[in-house]
């Protein structure tokens, strides 16, 4: 049976995956992530850019939130690397490409991706079809979160040694999760090895999104919610950070969306920018 009619990523993981191939598409160097392998896993057929999700103006400012993030976490990973950290986590990892186009930095690390069975199997499948193959320090790490099943314990199986530090990402994640279940997920990253850092994307309150992107946000709200995966949290930053410092993170602290918008869109003249709406949480234990 073909791989298609088995399993397939979610539509969200789909489209992050084709706005970061349109950005290079149709955006003007330079580049802030170069990545259209992401594209060729999802293969979404010729007529993908036709999509109304994928119109080139109006989604400019989510396509370039969604590589701003990417390069962020980039930049972040050959940071830490540097410093001599070898492990990192993707939670939700969907079809993040990192292991595929950064070969050079990324066999330097253990990188473990953490996503539904039915998306490892597919991402599995496509990797070895189109050439790639998994590597043995490339770990895809299936976990059925609607079961109950627990990440920590599968990453653990999966090789991970909770006793060394390690670069834990979770982008475009805890909007679709009960902030009980975020509670969680702090307190068993901030139990890790001392120098362990977590990224962690959290959308705003609609009431602290500037003017300009409410109307867009309220799409993205409804897109969500048609496709079977609504949004169900939101946090200011005061309240992610005091969240990250109950369940005792050593330092933890917010990174506007602005932050990154000044650092990779400053000076480019087409007036790509990134829309507000999405802030980061970068914490250390």
């Known amino acids: 049976m073909a791989h298609e009619e088995t399993e397939a990523p979610d539509n969200t993981a789909v489209r992050t995956a084709l706005w970061r ?3 290079l598409q149709v955006d003007a160097p330079p580049h802030v992530v170069e990545d259209e392998i992401g594209l060729q896993l999802a293969a979404p057929g010729d007529d993908w850019r036709d999509r109304p999700d994928m119109d080139p103006q109006a989604t400019s400012g989510f396509r370039a939130a969604i590589v701003a993030r990417a390069r962020f976490i980039e930049d972040l ?4 690397a540097d410093r001599g950290v070898t492990q990192y986590v993707i939670l939700g990892a969907g079809l993040d490409t990192f292991a595929q186009r950064k070969q050079e930095l990324a066999s330097r690390l253990r990188i473990f991706e953490i996503d ?24 895809l790490v ?27 990402v979770s982008t475009g994640v805890t909007m679709y999760l009960t902030k009980d279940a975020t509670v969680a997920t702090l307190r068993q990253i901030a139990g890790l090895a001392a120098g ?3 990224a962690m994307t959290f959308l705003l309150p609609t009431g602290l999104v500037d003017d300009a992107d409410r109307r867009g946000l309220r799409a ?23 969240l990250a410092r109950e369940a005792g993170f050593k330092d933890a602290r917010h990174v506007p969306g602005t932050l990154l918008a000044e650092r990779y869109f400053t000076d480019r003249t087409d ?12 914490a250390t234990t």
């Not at 990973?77 to 830490?80: L, S």
């Not at 299936?142 to 670069?167: C, H, N, Y």
């Not at 829309?275 to 980061?280: H, R, Y």
Request: no cysteine; aromatic share 10%; glycine share 10%.
């Open 21 to 23: 191939a349109m950005h």
């Open 77 to 80: 990973i050959a940071e830490q």
């Open 116 to 139: 539904q069975p039915d998306t490892q199997a597919w991402k599995r499948h496509r990797l070895v079809e189109l050439g790639y193959g998994i590597p043995d320090w490339l770990h």
């Open 142 to 168: 299936p976990v059925d979160f609607e079961a109950g099943a627990s990440w920590f314990e599968q990453l653990s199986t999966a090789g991970f040694d909770p006793g060394r530090p390690a670069v834990v």
């Open 196 to 198: 362990t850092t977590l």
């Open 220 to 242: 993205s709200e409804e897109g969500a919610r048609v496709s079977g995966t609504p949004f169900i949290s939101f946090y200011t930053p005061q309240e992610m950070l005091a």
């Open 271 to 282: 007036g790509l920018r990134p829309s507000s709406g999405e802030d980061l949480l970068l």
